[in-house]
């Protein structure tokens, strides 16, 4: 599992900070650093950012252009490109220059947050951004064990709360671990999980 720590490069101050609520609300322990542009960002204090997350319409450099410098300066460093404007061209490209996934600025936080779950944990994600195995609607969702976990005690009614009881995990990383489900089930509530879940044989 990759550190959570988190360089956000992106020149709209709000949208960084609403990002930036969303991952810490998701992910446990987080250390996010923010930067303007990438100029800005290669100065960053951070140690060794285990991911970052590029725009790709900066001002000066634009993502796509620098996704080679993040690499250089940290050759760890997982690169998301974010865009409020999803094309395959741009997707392939982006993929092509060694970006890891591809994010629309339109897609709701839980799918955001998948993303970054599943690279933390070192899975393959499709080249759209989605979690590899999420492809028609009949594919089976590609869930870590430990979200396969929350997902049986989430359909036995518990709450994050109990559920972290239950596994020993913090609330805050099982409400990430929910909002991770959520996602890859495609669904925006506990009760529609627990139907799918059900419907695809994920529980009994």
Do not use: Y
């Not at 996704?67 to 982006?94: G, M, N, T, Y």
């Not at 609330?171 to 695809?200: D, I, K, M, P, Y």
């Amino acid at each position: 599992m990759l550190p959570p720590r988190i360089l956000l490069v992106d020149d709209h101050a709000l949208f960084r900070s609403g990002l930036r609520m969303v991952l810490a609300a998701g992910i446990a322990d987080l250390e996010v650093a923010e930067a303007a542009s990438l100029e800005e960002a290669l100065r960053t204090p951070m140690q060794e950012p285990a991911l970052v997350l590029l725009d790709i319409q900066l001002h000066g450099l634009n993502g796509l252009e620098g996704i080679a410098l993040v690499r250089r300066k940290w050759p760890q460093a997982l690169v998301v490109i974010l865009s409020s404007e999803v094309s395959p061209q741009k997707v392939r490209l982006a993929m092509e220059r060694g970006a890891a996934a591809f994010v629309s600025k339109a897609d709701p936080a839980a799918k955001i947050l998948a993303v970054i779950d599943q690279l933390r944990q070192g899975l393959a994600i499709a080249s759209g951004g989605a979690p590899a195995g999420e492809g028609g609607a009949d594919s089976q969702p590609l869930l870590t064990p430990r979200q396969s976990e929350v997902l049986d005690l989430m359909c036995q009614g518990l709450s994050n709360k109990l559920i972290g009881r239950r596994l020993n995990l913090s609330e805050n990383t099982v409400r990430g671990h929910v909002q991770a489900v959520l996602a890859a089930l495609q669904v925006s509530s506990r009760s529609e999980a627990g139907f799918a879940a059900r419907q695809r044989g994920l529980v009994a």
